[in-house]
């Protein structure tokens, strides 16, 4: 059965902090899917970043940077110079061939400013 | 484009009545469609999957007959909470695929508080 882990229940920084959230994942799938997804006091869950198991190049977005380590099963995401608005809970989802997406236990971000 | 359409956003009802959530989608087809359901500061637990034009299918532990999911279109799946009860109280997300490369979609989430 595939897992997902969010280690990091909370983390506060302080506003220009980097941070970054570490995810680990499960699965006998060799074909699978890795997402970040970011869920503000809102409520609705904003998409990220998706990427498959053949893909392990890192990627940035802005401010935004994710790490993929397929021999460690790891799949990080990294907020450079964080801001308030980065404010919110971020969530690490592995799916495989089934379409469920698994989600993991997610990490609260609170950028103080 | 791709956007999930989630109705109400939030809503408060009384003890033993039924309370239905919508999910349309606006601009595409969703032939599948999940439910999540949220409880505070907790993670998105999958309820069920439905299938446009077949019976959902629910996760171990989830009650289909107090939890009745109808996807009777392409664009439109509905979950009803039957004989609500407080410890159904929690927030509920449907999602939908968008295409075959794995994207998905959410939609904004409905908060239900039942009194």
């Known amino acids: 059965a595939q897992k997902v882990t969010q280690a990091q229940t909370e983390i506060s920084v302080v506003e220009k902090e980097d941070v970054t959230l570490d995810c680990v994942y499960e699965t006998r799938d060799t074909t699978y899917y890795l997402f970040w997804y970011k869920q503000p006091p809102s409520g609705e869950l904003v998409f990220l970043i998706r990427?498959?198991?053949?893909?392990?190049q890192n990627e940035i977005s802005g401010r935004y940077s994710w790490n993929f380590q397929k021999s460690t099963s790891s799949f990080n995401f990294t907020i450079t110079a964080s801001q308030v608005v980065d404010s919110a809970v971020y969530f690490c989802?592995?799916?495989?061939?089934?379409?469920?997406?698994?989600f993991g236990a997610g990490t609260t971000v609170t950028v103080r400013a | 484009g791709a956007v999930v359409s989630q109705h109400p956003s939030w809503v408060i009802c009384k003890s033993g009545t039924s309370v239905k959530i919508e999910c349309r989608s606006l601009d595409f087809q969703a032939t599948t469609m999940f439910w999540y359901r949220q409880f505070p500061k907790q993670s998105l637990m999958l309820m069920a999957t439905s299938n446009e034009g077949s019976k959902a299918t629910y996760e171990q532990g989830v009650e289909k007959d107090k939890f009745l999911i109808n996807h009777a279109s392409l664009t439109l799946s509905t979950l009803t909470v039957t004989s609500a009860h407080p410890e159904d109280s929690s927030f509920y997300i449907c999602?939908?695929?968008?295409?075959?490369?794995?994207?998905?979609?959410f939609g904004s989430g409905t908060r239900l508080t039942v009194v």
């Open positions: 990427r498959n198991s053949f893909d392990e």
């Open positions: 989802a592995l799916l495989i061939q089934d379409y469920k997406l698994s």
């Open positions: 999602s939908a695929r968008v295409s075959s490369n794995y994207g998905y979609t």
